[in-house]
């Protein structure tokens, strides 16, 4: 086995190495998979959020608008900016099913 | 510029890392650092640019633009545009000589799509860099990167189109250099000029206020275009889409994003306009080929990548 770490997205099932000091997102790029969606690639767009449900890892910078400190603190991060230290599992839930959870979590809150 | 607005003067872009911004847009955009200030703020100008700055990057912990400003032919138009925006009901805010190093005094609005706009007339005129005023060479040779020509315009994302065409047309006195009409005849893009270029400032409708789609700058031939690509690729700069040909305007452009995830483009030709110009319509439908001109179908990703 060469260096890195295996990263499971559980949505799709999708497996990919990473190298050590690579990010999860260009990783992922370079393997040709799609299971989570490409932005700006520097932590900006919010594009690429994932959840983290296993493993170490660092981050460099991103927006907080996309990731408040709470947010961060239960591993709701950028894709293109996380940097594993172990072997990760995450999870990317589509787009749609995210907008409607939230609309559905926003009618719910409003009555 | 029938109100004095003259053109594009600056944008301040926010950035979540100095140093690695700074070297994007001097190494690989080729603009030239000018100065810095006691915020921390960096100016940058390109090459045949006649004031001190263009581009003012801020570290901050969220990317996007904090405004974009029009240089104002002088003073008294200045004020008038002054009277003009608190008559049309615009809050403005005086922003004092000198807040920006070198600039004039700035009259801030914001736009009813939620960007940030300001104004002013005076900005120390350092003159073309790297060539002299008299006898000029064609270009100085010790440029970096893509090289850039000038800052020639941004694309904002935001609502309320119709109430900001009513501010930049009927205020600052903008023109409508081409547009986007979905099947009601509702304009979902307009591109507004002062000039004779294809667009000075465009804005395409989105829900969310205040968003900020990218920063251009200009480039003189579709071999520098591709060059740009070459260095995009030997850099490993995060790609969005291009070299490629826009409808709107027919521009030939490549885009991709500084490593805060702000999106950059540059591009070259386009078409022109004179007062005589009807505006030039595209439909809604013909949007992927009015974007994408080869491709002809939109990526999500331009529609929704934004900081
Ligand atoms: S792709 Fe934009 S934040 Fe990751
Ligand atoms: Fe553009």
């Excluded at chain 1, 497996?15 to 490409?38: D, I, N, T, W, Y």
């Excluded at chain 2, 009409?181 to 304009?187: A, K, Y």
Aim: hydrophobic share 35%; with cysteine.
């Amino acid at each position: 086995m060469s260096d890195g770490f295996e990263i499971t997205e559980q949505c799709s099932g999708n497996r990919f190495h990473c190298e050590p000091g690579q990010s999860v997102l260009k990783a992922m790029e370079q393997q040709g998979l799609k299971c989570v969606p490409v932005g700006c690639r520097g932590g900006g767009c919010g594009f690429c959020k994932v959840t983290v449900l296993s493993g170490d890892y660092e981050c460099g910078k991103m927006s907080r608008v996309h990731v408040p400190p709470e947010s961060r603190a239960c591993g709701e991060v950028l894709a293109c900016r996380i940097y594993p230290l172990s072997n990760l599992t995450i999870e990317c839930r589509p787009r749609e099913v995210v907008e409607t959870a939230r609309q559905q979590t926003t009618t719910k809150s409003m009555r | 510029m029938r109100k004095g607005v003259m053109r594009p003067g600056h944008v301040q872009i926010r950035v979540l890392d100095m140093d690695a911004a700074v070297k994007h847009y001097t190494d690989l955009l080729g603009l030239i650092e000018t100065d810095r200030d006691d915020q921390g703020r960096v100016y940058l100008k390109a090459w045949t640019e006649v004031d001190k700055f263009s581009v003012v990057l801020r570290e901050a912990d969220e990317p996007g633009c904090d405004f974009m400003a029009f240089k104002v032919v002088d003073e008294p138009s200045l004020q008038q545009l002054e009277k003009d925006l608190v008559e049309h009901g615009v809050d403005i805010e005086q922003v004092p000589e000198g807040e920006l190093k070198d600039c004039g005094r700035r009259v801030r609005f914001k736009a009813p799509s939620g960007h940030t706009f300001e104004l002013y007339a005076d900005k120390q005129y350092t003159g073309k860099w790297g060539i002299t005023e008299v006898n000029p060479e064609a270009w100085p040779r010790n440029l970096e990167g893509m090289k850039v020509v000038r800052f020639d315009h941004c694309l904002m994302y935001g609502p309320e189109l119709a109430a900001t065409y009513d501010l930049f047309v009927n205020v600052l006195g903008f023109y409508l250099a081409e547009q986007v009409l979905d099947g009601d005849g509702t304009r979902i893009a307009q591109f507004l000029s002062l000039s004779t270029k294809a667009h000075d400032i465009a804005f395409i409708h989105h829900e969310e206020m205040g968003k900020f789609h990218h920063a251009s700058f200009y480039l003189e031939t579709w071999e520098d275009v591709l060059r740009a690509a070459d260095l995009i690729s030997m850099t490993d700069t995060s790609i969005d889409i291009g070299p490629t040909r826009h409808g709107l305007t027919h521009g030939k452009t490549i885009y991709f994003f500084d490593p805060s995830g702000n999106r950059n483009e540059v591009f070259c030709g386009g078409d022109y306009n004179y007062p005589d110009h009807k505006p030039v319509t595209w439909q809604a439908e013909q949007l992927g080929k009015a974007i994408f001109y080869h491709d002809r179908v939109l990526n999500e990703r331009f529609l929704t990548v934004l900081t």
